[in-house]
């Protein structure tokens, strides 16, 4: 009999997998994902015949990373690899308290962006639930980890239902307790994925402009081609949920490619009333690439532009550069 890994799992289907009651599957699920504990037999207050049957037929399922690479700055990159041989990778960032772990959605990716690494790559599989899952379970700084973003390998709307339910575990009581708050999903914008998403879930969303203008921002993300991005910010703006919920929009500055006057201003028309935030966020150059990103000053010049035309605007720094952890990298050690 195959095993089923408990990580990845709710509480109603360990209850059907243990054949326990749900009083008993949440105290289960409790355990594994608050006190990452890979036994079983360890939960407390659970029936022997329970544990017996959990044991016969699952195993807890958290695996660690098979390699690490510590950036001067402090980032850590992981490499994971599942049962499938797929290997992702995922990075933690560590900001005074705040601990935030970027997870990969899947191996590889098949949107293509040719200003991406993984891009490159090409794409090698989704990542099950608990292969998501793993990458915040499976770190040694797991227990501290305060925010979670999908900005690692793959997009996210391409594996939509297992990112889901990722983002139910991750905020569910009895799951990782994490506030939805802290959880964002960034998108280069597959409008199904993201309708189906504002719908399931409460946590934040960001989408990857790279471009105002439909024809340009295609040629940098192709999935414009079908999904237009002014539609996309239409629909971030109506699921807003009164503000509870963040919608921002990346922009990745690279010089004299999208950093105009030109893109200035078609921002600005493009964002102006919708209360979306802008992310503004140095270029990272991958290999063959004789591209730089903006300087400084035109990001500080930007930001102050926006800001000053009633745009929530910031400048996000890179981190984790020398070790191929920073935007855009991820993928930049595999084969
Ligand atoms: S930028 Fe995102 S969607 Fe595009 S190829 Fe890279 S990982 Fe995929």
Not at 85 to 110: D, H, N, P, Y
Not at 197 to 210: G, H, I, K, T, V
Request: hydrophobic share 35%.
């Amino acid at each position: 009999m195959i095993k089923r890994s408990l990580i990845g799992l709710t509480p109603e289907e360990i209850r059907v997998l243990a054949g326990s009651s749900i009083s008993h599957a949440i105290v289960i699920a409790n355990y594994l994902y608050k006190r990452r504990s890979n036994d079983v037999a360890l939960v407390p207050d659970i029936p022997k015949k329970v544990k017996e049957e959990l044991s016969k037929k699952s195993i807890p399922g958290i695996y660690g990373p098979v390699a690490s690479g510590r950036s001067s700055d402090g980032t850590i990159k992981y490499l994971f690899r599942n049962e499938s041989e797929q290997e992702f990778e995922t990075v933690l960032l560590t900001e005074a308290k705040r601990i935030t772990v970027c997870v990969s959605s899947q191996s590889g990716c098949r949107m293509g962006c040719p200003f991406c690494v993984t891009g490159r790559y090409g794409f090698r599989g989704n990542l099950s639930v608990r292969d998501i899952i793993t990458q915040v379970l499976g770190l040694p700084a797991s227990e501290n980890v305060t925010h979670v973003v999908f900005m690692g390998m793959g997009e996210p709307m391409d594996n939509i239902e297992n990112v889901l339910k990722a983002c139910k575990i991750l905020t569910a009581e009895w799951g990782l307790a994490l506030s939805k708050r802290n959880i964002t999903v960034s998108t280069v914008g597959i409008t199904p994925g993201i309708k189906y998403f504002l719908e399931e879930s409460d946590c934040n969303m960001a989408l990857s402009l790279y471009s105002p203008f439909p024809e340009e921002r295609y040629r940098i993300i192709p999935a414009e081609k079908k999904y237009h991005a002014h539609e996309i910010i239409q629909i971030m703006k109506s699921y807003r949920n009164s503000g509870k919920r963040r919608m921002s929009i990346a922009y990745i500055m690279i010089s004299d490619i999208n950093d105009s006057e030109k893109h200035l201003e078609g921002l600005k028309a493009l964002v102006t009333g919708t209360g979306i935030r802008i992310n503004l966020i140095p270029y990272n150059p991958i290999p063959s690439d004789d591209n730089i990103s903006s300087s400084n000053e035109r990001m500080q010049y930007f930001r102050h532009e926006l800001v000053i035309s009633g745009i929530s605007a910031s400048i996000r720094k890179s981190k984790g550069i020398d070790v191929s952890a920073a935007c855009g990298l991820l993928a930049s050690g595999l084969q």
